[in-house]
């Protein structure tokens, strides 16, 4: 995978954000995108919900209470924050701006409320929507899950349903068909959003032109 030219040209670090209904495979893909790229650096977001089974505090999230998280949102210490499912999660907004300002990139897994927040006070983020193939596949990625009876399996399709109209809302879409599929995809928007003129802060090929002249 090639690395951005950063002798070439600085630029400000660049906020992807990854959202996703759940059955689209979001996590694999998550954890395949920070083996191809491990010097993104990855917003770990507060929550009140309870930790689960090999959960690690402070890497998976920071477990929180109900009073802390209060108390930091009147603080204004999340640069976004939302509830889902009946529990509160917030982006923290310093260690965002630190990356944006050193140059180095940063992966959010947040959903669609928190997308559209991070777009408004950050409109250079980078959204991603990551879709399953199909609703017939969809449907069987949840079915898969577990010994869920066939009530949960239907409520667990109409919330995914109803997350999958929020698509039209972010900058680019992933199929998940097939995971290296997806990852070649995913990476050429990192790639690509790394490239783009519009973000250099500073170029650093003066020199070069001195001497080709
Ligand atoms: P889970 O509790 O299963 O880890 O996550 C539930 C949902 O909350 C996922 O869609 C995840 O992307 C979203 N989420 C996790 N952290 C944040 C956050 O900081 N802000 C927002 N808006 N959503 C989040």
Redo the contacts with the bound molecule.
């Keep these: 995978m090639t690395r951005p030219a950063t002798q070439i040209a600085k630029r400000h670090g660049i906020i992807f954000i990854l ?1 996703a209904p759940s059955g689209a495979g979001k996590t694999t893909l998550y954890h395949r995108l920070r083996k191809a790229y491990p010097e993104i650096k990855l917003s770990v ?1 507060c ?1 009140t ?1 309870a930790r689960r089974k090999g959960e690690v505090n402070g890497q998976d999230y920071r477990f929180i209470t109900v009073e802390q998280f209060e108390a930091m949102k009147s603080h204004g210490a999340f640069a ?3 509830s ?2 009946g ?1 509160s ?3 923290p907004r310093k260690p965002l701006d630190h990356s944006v300002q050193s140059g180095r990139d940063i992966l959010l ?3 669609v ?2 997308a559209r927040q991070i777009k408004q006070v950050y409109p250079n983020a980078v959204s991603i929507f990551l879709l399953p193939p199909s609703l017939r596949e969809l449907r069987r990625r949840l079915a898969a899950r577990g010994t869920d009876g066939k009530e949960i399996i239907r409520r667990r399709l109409a919330n995914a349903q109803d997350e999958i109209k929020e698509r039209i809302y972010y900058d680019y879409y992933v199929v998940n068909r097939e995971v290296n599929e997806a990852v070649r995809v995913l990476s050429s928007i990192v790639e690509a959003e790394r490239s783009k003129v519009s973000r250099v802060t500073d170029w650093r090929i003066d020199s070069l032109h001195q001497r080709a002249r």
Excluded: K, L, M, P
């Design positions: 959202s977001s929550t919900r976004e924050w939302a889902v499912h529990n999660y917030g982006t897994d947040i959903d409320q928190g």
